[in-house]
């Protein structure tokens, strides 16, 4: 299923985001490992959203490329971009469950669009994909009828519905209570483990990025360009920068300059 | 010394200032600074420090301050920034721990130059050139949209196409079954209202008979099918911009495409297809009501029978009448959907951008409507249908 095991997943290079003239960041270079659970971060405003979006392929970059297993992403067919695209899985900020159909029929769409399981088959893989993210017994809720959490949660199941070789996630903790948070950060952990799955995580939640996070990116809203990229335990332990050193101590550590 | 004090009898509050020596001064604030209170306006105490010249530390500081709220540390801010920039010192001590941690909480993060938006003024000329330039823009995305409303109609064809058949069934019924009642009263009224305006210059011939003719032909050829049109852009060319929008504001449309799935066969194909099969059809039902709608009148006004009327009505309207009518309302029906699923497409994302939607959805469909419609009957005009 996989064609090319090589090492590294994604790779980013000399990226220029924009909207128009105003430039959101520019010149971004890293690469992400297969098997990674790389974290986007950086303060308020500072373009991360942006970032996942031209990762998504969902905005094309002003200047720069995106390469999936070496392939240039924006360069190639729009046929062969959808099949990239197929091996996604994103969830977003709000969850964006389609608001007409139940929790189960969204897990489904995928399932049904772009496998040929039978329909019990995908009601197995669907109370399966509810209960990992901790919602067994909720197929038949609409979005609307379940809390933010639940939503999210929600969401996460519906990427997950395709076993995706990549999983996005943007700001997946941001209003779940704390314990909901940590069984996301396992689930995550989880993930990367058994299924050896990508994955690509914007948030700014200290706890998740040091419990979770093998790789990084950090982004500056003044300078518009990135700043480091690495382990952020290890950022923290060797970066000179004195602003990632107050971001990663939520702004109590100071830089050690002896190190 | 004391240079200039606020006047006492129209001010709630107390703002003195006091200049020590040369290059000192101390801005004493008292009274009640909460709501209610009346305060002298902070314009006006700078534009008297304005006049003390040489300074070069300035003394908050308060005493017998009863209450106060925001507008303390607002009042302070201005005058803190006023000195800021020209570079004297502000001692805060004096004032309460909780007014100076808040101002140093105001002043912890600096406003970044460039960061405040200032309103440009324009010239007419400007805005014109906007104007065009954005209907340019308009226009692309307009093309662009029917591009990828043909390549998906294309798949469609091809039996490639994804979309779920309840949509379909559930928009049909929404833009069918659901929109009779109304389609029903408006169709009937109209022929009513043709019929008596047709019937005061044709009864002073004696022609009530006509009545039929002018309602039939006008009906079948003209208005049935503008009237449903106009009636469907409003109920349903707003809602599917609406829903769209929502979808879009909800980052619905952003997940589909990142399914794979690709939202224009998706949520707009099963949306024109319901509106291009269904408005036909109400086309034909009002052409029928708007006949009836005749036939009340010249029945019960002008002595006219309903079989003379019927057989009248029979004589005059001819197949080729109705073609054209029913060609005209699926040119509409296209139409409508285009502007009101093109607007949801292309929504922005905020609560005010889906109203929008929804309006040039209304406003676009109207537009398209009435030009494509002269365009027919000039055409038709033309070849003698």
């Known amino acids: 299923m996989i064609a090319t095991m090589e090492k590294p997943h994604i790779t980013v290079n000399d990226l220029t985001m924009a909207y128009g003239d105003f430039v959101i960041q520019h010149d971004l270079n890293f690469t992400i490992d297969r098997g990674d659970v790389f974290i986007i971060m950086g303060g308020s405003g500072c373009g991360k959203s942006t970032l996942l979006k031209h990762l998504i392929g969902l905005q094309r970059p002003v200047k720069g490329d995106v390469f999936y297993n070496q392939r240039n992403f924006w360069q190639a067919s729009q046929k062969e971009q959808a099949k990239v695209m197929r091996r996604f899985g994103v969830l977003y900020q709000s969850g964006a469950l389609f608001s007409s159909l139940t929790l189960a029929e969204n897990i489904a769409l995928p399932l049904g669009e772009f496998t040929r399981l039978s329909r019990s088959e995908i ?10 993210v901790g919602l ?9 009828e379940i809390s933010g959490g639940m939503q999210k949660r929600a969401g996460l199941a519906r990427a997950m519905a395709l076993d995706p070789e990549i999983l ?9 209570d704390p314990v909901s948070a940590r069984l996301l950060d396992d689930l995550i952990i989880k993930l990367k483990d058994t299924l050896g799955t990508t994955i690509v995580v914007v948030t700014h939640e200290l706890a998740s990025i040091f419990a979770i996070g093998t790789n990084s990116v950090f982004l500056d809203s003044d300078t518009k360009t990135m700043l480091a990229t690495g382990n952020p335990k290890k950022l923290l332990a060797e970066s000179k920068d004195f602003k990632i050193i107050q971001f990663l101590t939520r702004g109590e550590g100071n830089v050690n300059n002896e190190a | 010394m004391n240079v200039t004090a606020a006047n006492r009898q129209d001010f709630s509050t107390d703002v003195h200032l006091e200049r020590i020596d040369a290059d000192t001064l101390v801005i004493r ?21 304005d006049e003390l010249s040489g300074l070069r530390r300035v003394f908050l500081q308060t005493s017998q301050l009863e209450k106060w709220d925001s507008r303390l540390p607002a009042y302070l801010l201005k005058i803190i920034d006023y000195y800021q920039a020209k570079d004297v010192e502000v001692d805060l001590s004096g004032l309460p721990e909780g007014v100076q941690g808040l101002l140093k909480l105001a002043r912890a993060v600096p406003e970044r130059a460039g960061d405040r938006r200032t309103v440009k003024k324009t010239s007419a000329l400007y805005e014109f050139g906007k104007t065009v330039l954005d209907g340019l823009q308009d226009a692309k995305g307009l093309i662009t949209f029917i591009g990828e409303a043909v390549l998906a109609f294309w798949a469609l064809l091809q039996g490639k196409a994804r979309f779920r058949t309840v949509d379909l069934v559930l928009c049909i019924q929404e833009a069918g079954a659901e929109a009779l009642p109304i389609v029903t009263l408006i169709s009937l009224l109209v022929g009513l209202i043709l019929a008596f305006v047709g019937a005061v210059q044709l009864a002073m011939f004696g022609a009530q008979i006509y009545i039929a003719d002018l309602v039939s032909l006008g009906t079948v050829r003209e208005m049935g ?11 349903t060319g707003a809602a599917y911009a609406a829903q769209l929008g929502t979808m879009n504001v909800n980052s619905e ?13 998706f949520l707009v194909m099963p949306r024109m297809l319901a509106l291009a099969l269904m408005l036909p059809l109400l086309c034909l039902y009002a052409d029928f009501m708007g006949i009836l709608g005749g036939a009340l009148v010249t029945i019960s006004v002008f002595d006219v029978s309903l079989i003379q009327y019927a057989h ?19 040119v509409f029906a296209v139409l409508i959907a285009t502007a009101g699923c093109m607007r949801g497409m292309q929504c922005g994302r905020s609560a005010s951008a889906v109203g929008n939607a929804a309006t040039s959805a209304v406003v676009n469909s109207i537009v398209y409507i009435v030009v494509a419609d002269s365009l027919i009957t000039l055409i038709c005009n033309e070849l003698n249908i």
Request: aromatic share 10%.
């Open chain 2, 29 to 49: 604030l008292a009274g009640s600074w909460a709501q209610g209170a009346i305060i002298k306006p902070v314009e006006e105490v700078i534009r008297e420090l």
């Open chain 2, 225 to 235: 099918a503008l009237m449903t049109a106009v009636i469907m852009s409003g109920r």
């Open chain 1, 123 to 132: 009601a197995d893989i669907i109370s399966y994909k509810l209960a990992l």
């Open chain 1, 168 to 176: 996005f996630f943007d700001e997946p903790s941001a209003g779940l």
């Open chain 1, 136 to 144: 067994a017994g909720f197929q038949d809720y609409y979005p609307s």
């Open chain 2, 312 to 330: 009248e009505a029979r004589r005059i309207v001819h197949v080729d009448d109705f073609s054209i009518g029913l060609f005209k309302s699926l």
């Open chain 2, 253 to 265: 449309i952003d997940a589909l495409k990142t399914m794979g799935i690709s939202p224009m066969q």
